[in-house]
């Protein structure tokens, strides 16, 4: 069966090569699977958490053309970017592992997160320099090949969620890199279609829809405050519910700030007594945790001391 690929290289200025890479993997199922209409797409399983695991086993073709184009880069003097959907290393710091250990291997999308042996043959393509998408999260990550190559996978934030920002790469002399980060604190007419938004919450409040969101998301005042309740009520409706394990959702859901800090601050060593914990919840540390989990230390802004 013949599957498009959109993989390609660009030299949109001289001597700048982007390559973008198509790691869409389309695997057949091993059950199910109709001989008589092999073209049917429910023969195979969709490409949204393969990723790079697959790319080396199911599209050896694209990983061999991967590494002749970083060769023809290196040959021809050319700054060589490569960009995908997916990332090319580890996007939380190290934690993946303790991630997978309290909330399971299938949630906070470690299904897309590449084995360790895989990044490593990122890095042996000679790919230098990765950027990707797909999982609004900011984060930059670093994997050292085999035989002493490195890879820099650069995790680009979404300018649709909290934090809303893009990257800004800037070529430097001795073909240095600098990264930027600009956040979009303010966007002009971002609440233009709010009454559409409030039309939406009156037809859900009417119909006692259990998907009602609260509606004080519309008295945001910028881009910015308008994302962080949007990742609030994230948190509330889809992540915990879905992500989260049965026994760590109640046990989160259930206590107060106050019953949590008696048991796990020296109160008066910090210059706090128990009724500054009575202001939080067990919902709000958890959308805390969101906020630091998709956009890293640009989530620090919003984020008082004290908390």
């Known amino acids: 069966m013949q599957v498009p690929?959109?993989?390609?290289?660009?030299?949109?200025?001289?001597?700048?090569?982007?390559?973008?890479?198509?790691?869409?993997?389309?695997?057949?199922?091993?059950?199910?699977?109709?001989?008589?209409?092999i073209q049917n797409p429910d023969n195979f399983s969709g490409s949204g958490n393969a990723g790079y695991n697959k790319m080396f086993s199911h599209k050896t073709h694209v990983m061999?053309?991967?590494?002749?184009?970083?060769?023809?880069?290196?040959?021809?003097?050319?700054?060589?970017?490569?960009?995908?959907?997916?990332?090319?290393?580890?996007?939380?710091?190290?934690?993946?592992?303790?991630?997978?250990?309290?909330?399971?291997e299938d949630n906070f999308q470690l299904a897309r997160r590449p084995q360790d042996q895989v990044s490593?043959?990122?890095?042996?393509?000679?790919?230098?320099?990765?950027?990707?998408?797909?999982?609004?999260?900011?984060?930059?990550?670093?994997?050292?090949?085999?035989?002493?190559?490195?890879?820099?996978?650069?995790q680009a934030p979404s300018i649709a969620a909290y934090v809303p920002a893009y990257k800004v790469l800037t070529i430097t002399a001795n073909?240095?890199?600098?990264?930027?980060?600009?956040?979009?604190?303010?966007?002009?007419?971002?609440?233009?279609l709010f009454e559409h938004y409030q039309q939406e919450h009156d037809t859900l409040k009417k119909s006692g829809s259990?998907?009602?969101?609260?509606?004080?998301?519309?008295?945001?005042k910028s881009y910015r405050e308008f994302t962080y309740w949007h990742i609030r009520e994230l948190t509330r409706q889809r992540f915990v519910p879905r992500e989260w394990p049965q026994d760590m959702r109640d046990l989160m859901l259930s206590f107060s700030g106050q019953d949590a800090s008696a048991k796990a601050f020296?109160?008066?060593?910090?210059?706090?007594?128990?009724?500054?914990?009575?202001?939080?919840?067990?919902?709000?540390?958890?959308v805390y945790f969101y906020r630091l989990r998709n956009p890293g230390q640009l989530a620090l802004h919003d984020i008082q001391a004290s908390r």
């Open 266 to 286: 020296a109160l008066a060593s910090a210059g706090l007594t128990l009724a500054d914990f009575s202001k939080w919840n067990g919902l709000d540390l958890a």
């Open 175 to 192: 073909n240095n890199i600098d990264v930027q980060t600009m956040v979009l604190n303010d966007v002009p007419r971002f609440d233009e």
């Open 210 to 220: 259990p998907k009602l969101w609260d509606q004080a998301i519309l008295s945001a």
């Open 5 to 37: 690929d959109s993989s390609y290289l660009v030299e949109p200025v001289e001597a700048l090569w982007l390559l973008a890479i198509d790691a869409n993997v389309y695997i057949p199922k091993a059950e199910g699977f109709d001989l008589n209409n």
């Open 64 to 104: 061999k053309w991967v590494a002749d184009v970083v060769k023809r880069a290196e040959q021809s003097g050319k700054t060589l970017i490569a960009f995908s959907y997916f990332p090319m290393s580890e996007f939380y710091n190290g934690q993946s592992n303790l991630i997978g250990d309290y909330f399971g």
């Open 120 to 154: 490593q043959k990122l890095a042996a393509t000679g790919v230098k320099v990765h950027v990707g998408g797909h999982m609004h999260i900011n984060d930059t990550g670093f994997t050292r090949g085999l035989d002493g190559q490195f890879l820099v996978n650069i």
